[in-house]
């Protein structure tokens, strides 16, 4: 199962095939900034695989300093938008 964490220490489990990342209450993770889109990016499962997408935000996702647009999660990574920073993990 994976789980992504916000830099407050709030874990959240990825338990749909698809979540959204945004400021919208509506999104399954909430991002509370204004430097944060509506929508900003979603969570996908495939099998047991998660990946990370940009839904054409203004001010993107990174990982290590890259802007993508879509990618594999691996163990570890800490991804960053805006301010806040996502760290994913498996347990």
Known sequence: MWFCTLANGESIRV????????????CDIVIPSAKVSRQHASLSLTGIDLFIEDLGS???????????????????????????????SMR
């Open 15 to 26: 338990d749909k095939d698809t979540m959204t990342v945004g400021r919208s209450r509506t």
């Open 58 to 88: 203004a001010n993107g996702v990174w990982l290590n300093g890259e802007k993508i647009t879509r990618t594999r999660v691996s163990e570890g990574d800490v991804y960053t938008i805006s301010d806040e920073t996502l760290s994913f």
